[in-house]
């Protein structure tokens, strides 16, 4: 069975910084696309910044400049650095992972699509 784990969240002041940091398990062989996505409270889940296997990206506008992601593809790994925070980043931030393939031996593998991981709050106070 195939999991993100997300760690690193929790209550900074502005201005402040924070990483994220997500792990994913359970006998990948590869992750083609990774992201961060983030809710707030009353509103619609978003994304915030994504990349793919060979290291492009994509930020929203609300975050570029701020934000970086980046990935350890042999270790399942996926960062977000968080810089200079704003109390309008205030959010659960959630991992998500594309197609992912995974192998259980005997020669049966298997394709994960839209894996999500279970969220981290993240506050940011004024």
């Known amino acids: 069975q195939v999991s993100l784990v997300e760690s690193g969240g929790g209550l900074v002041q502005a201005g402040g910084s924070l990483r994220l940091s997500c792990a994913a398990s359970g006998n990948i062989i590869s992750i083609d696309l990774m992201g961060w996505y983030r809710q707030a409270p009353g509103k619609q889940r978003e994304l915030v910044a994504a990349i793919t296997s060979a290291g492009n990206t994509n930020y929203s506008d609300s975050v570029k400049g701020r934000f970086t992601i980046s990935r350890d593809n042999a270790k399942n790994l996926v960062y977000l650095q968080m810089n200079s925070l704003k109390p309008t980043d205030t959010a659960v931030y959630y991992c998500?992972?594309?197609?992912?393939?995974?192998?259980?031996?005997?020669?049966?593998?298997?394709?994960?699509?839209?894996?999500w991981g279970q969220g981290t709050q993240v506050t940011v106070s004024s």
């Open positions: 998500a992972a594309n197609k992912i393939t995974t192998y259980y031996g005997n020669d049966r593998y298997d394709v994960k699509f839209d894996v």
